[in-house]
Nanobody, 121 residues
Framework: QVQLVESGGGLVQAGGSLRLSCAASEGTFSTYTMGWFRQAPGKGREFVAAISRSGSLRSHADSVKGRFTISRDNAKNTLYLQMNSLKPEDTAVYYC??????WGPGAYDYWGQGTQVTVSS
């Protein structure tokens, strides 16, 4: 069972940038479809972005398209989320998630503990 640990969150001003990382505990990272989700205070968890096992396929939520970019480095067992032009409404706890199921709709099996991102206006 893979363990996921996020890092890179923090406090940033609107318009700024952050890069989140998610380190996986095992070498079979390349067999997992990976995703980023977020949960703002008082709201449900929402999809942010996903990436296929090889990294050749990516999907981003409309709310972050053009500002956030998901990527992965399978040699380093690490998932990334580059966040640019941050807005106060991006404030949330960000979670990385993984699943063995291939690209397409479906639930994620493994979750990290989350990292807080706060964007001040």
């Amino acid at each position: 069972q893979v363990q996921l640990v996020e890092s890179g969150g923090g406090l940033v001003q609107a318009g700024g940038s952050l890069r989140l990382s998610c380190a996986a505990s095992e070498g079979t990272f390349s067999t997992y479809t990976m995703g980023w989700f977020r949960q703002a205070p008082g709201k449900g968890r929402e999809f942010v972005a996903a990436i296929s096992r090889s990294g050749s396929l990516r999907s981003h939520a409309d709310s972050v398209k053009g500002r956030f970019t998901i990527s992965r480095d399978n040699a380093k067992n690490t998932l990334y989320l580059q966040m640019n032009s941050l807005k106060p409404e991006d404030t949330a706890v960000y979670y990385c998630a993984g699943r063995l199921k291939d690209w397409g709709p479906g639930a994620y099996d493994y979750w990290g503990q989350g990292t807080q991102v706060t964007v001040s206006s």
